[in-house]
């Protein structure tokens, strides 16, 4: 299993490092049998799986059940959690405490926390010198859409550039062990990257980051109606699963399904109830 110490040695060397979104056990056992380096559990399980609108509804327990899931299906991949919306916003006491439960009942390598406010910053050092991993996460931050005016591309003029960059040095001094770059312009993502010591993991932020992630619903284009501009889909299992779906009721409607493969028989007939049909 990856550590701190790898991903960051990944970096140094500049081997990309590779993660992937997933929800549930079926995803996560394939990524890992896929040889992706990291997984994602993240609090976006809302909208992908539980057909929510935003994260918002997104709660603690959600995130738990989910990535025990993950965890059950990927016990040798470093797993990354996101801690949910305003679970960590209303005091420095609730946001340890649930942090912790978080990290402790779920079996993750790391949490995930949204933002570089100056709580943020000291609850990732308090996190830090307590034993738990923090993954930072600027840019486009899902849980803050509705302040940010919707889902648009973050740090496109010099002040709001300089921000983000100054933020992803303060989350690396804060103990951060990695940062996630979403919706980011190419060249900014490259400078915050050549900045800092920890990887970078970019979603929409071009290539230069240490490393990528996109959602494996996505990738495989599974239960998704549309696709971001930064998604590259590689097959459509929508298409696929449709089908064989169809396939399924056509074959139950002209009884060619099931065959005498796929059915169970008494082979001493005496052992048969009488037909009491009228």
């Known amino acids: 299993m990856l550590n701190r110490i790898d991903l960051t040695k990944m970096k140094a060397s500049k081997e990309k490092i590779t993660m992937v979104t997933a929800y549930d056990y079926p995803s996560a056992k394939q990524a890992e049998m896929a040889g992706v380096d990291t997984i994602l559990v993240g609090d976006s399980v809302g909208m992908v799986v539980l057909g929510y609108s935003t994260t918002v509804q997104v709660t603690l327990e959600?995130?738990?059940?989910h990535t025990k899931a993950v965890k059950r299906g990927a016990s040798n991949t470093f797993t990354v959690v996101d801690m949910p919306f305003m679970s960590y916003h209303i005091s420095m006491q609730q946001s340890l405490e649930n942090a912790t439960k978080l990290f402790q009942e779920t079996g993750a390598q790391a949490i995930k926390l949204e933002g570089a406010s100056e709580d943020i910053l000291t609850l990732t050092k308090r996190l830090s010198d307590g034993g738990i991993p923090v993954f930072a996460h600027l840019g486009l931050t899902p849980q803050t859409v509705n302040v940010l005016g919707g889902y648009k591309v973050q740090g496109k003029d010099k002040n709001s550039a300089e921000k983000l960059l100054n933020e992803a040095i303060q989350l690396e001094k804060s103990g951060a062990i990695g940062l996630v770059l979403e919706c980011?312009?190419?060249?900014?993502?490259?400078?915050?990257?050549?900045?800092?010591g920890i990887p970078t993991i970019g979603i929409g932020a071009g290539n230069d980051c240490d490393g990528q992630v996109l959602v494996y619903h996505d990738i495989l284009q599974y239960g998704v109606d549309r696709l971001p501009k930064f998604v590259k889909p590689y097959a459509d299992i929508n298409k696929i699963n449709v089908e064989a779906l169809q396939s399924y009721i056509t074959e139950v409607k002209d009884v060619s399904f099931p065959t005498s493969d796929h059915t169970f028989f008494i082979k001493n007939k005496a052992d048969l109830p009488v037909n009491k049909s009228r």
Do not use: N
């Open 62 to 65: 959600d995130m738990i059940h």
């Open 184 to 196: 980011v312009p190419k060249e900014l993502a490259k400078i915050v990257t050549e900045s800092i």
